[in-house]
């Protein structure tokens, strides 16, 4: 938090630095106590709780030529903008959050919408046995052999799912790390 005021006095700063000398003090430190003496006298001496801002502030940063052809290449291979590759890289870093290129997300978003389906068939499933009134050995026998391949298909497709997951967020885990170890 900054604790530093600059005043543009103009044309009576020669004045004021005249006044400072008179009395003996640095001409900052004497715009210091006034400035005290006066917020103690408004009830105003008490400095409020400092609260940090949340809003985006920007941030101008240099690189020469490797690293700017470095990023350019980690956000060709993102299929993201500068500014998105750099903030994948902060949060790598700092959070070693996963990063995921633009096909990565749309690969986890279909795989997650044929998991929900997975889902839904299975709750039909569910339903379907417990409406069900089974009278013989032969229909139970039958019906269960049914949802058994029936489950291990859905099985299948789950660890399907489960394993594309994995090799994406691994994917993003260890983006940052391919440059280096070729």
Not at 13 to 28: M, R, V
Not at 36 to 52: H, S, T
Not at 136 to 154: A, C, G, M, P
């Amino acid at each position: 938090m900054r604790k530093q005021l600059t005043v543009n006095l103009g044309e009576q700063h020669e004045a004021w630095l005249a006044y400072a000398k008179s009395c003996g003090i640095k001409p900052n430190t004497l715009a210091a106590l006034i400035l005290k003496e006066l917020l103690k006298q408004e009830g105003l001496d008490e400095a409020p709780e400092y609260v940090p801002s949340t809003a985006k502030r920007g941030l101008y940063i240099r690189l020469n030529a490797d690293e700017l052809a470095f990023l350019d290449e980690y956000s060709a291979k993102m299929k993201r903008t500068r500014q998105k590759a750099i903030i994948a890289v902060i949060r790598n870093a700092i959070a070693s959050e996963p990063q995921f290129s633009l096909d990565e997300e749309i690969t986890l978003k279909n795989s997650n919408r044929e998991l929900s389906r997975i889902g839904v068939n299975l709750n039909q499933i569910t339903r379907k046995l417990n409406s069900l009134n089974m009278v013989t050995y032969q229909d139970n026998r039958l019906l269960l052999k049914r949802v058994l391949e029936s489950t291990d298909k859905l099985s299948g497709q789950i660890k399907k799912h489960v394993d594309l997951v994995w090799d994406v967020i691994n994917a993003g885990r260890y983006r940052m790390a391919l440059k280096g170890k070729k």
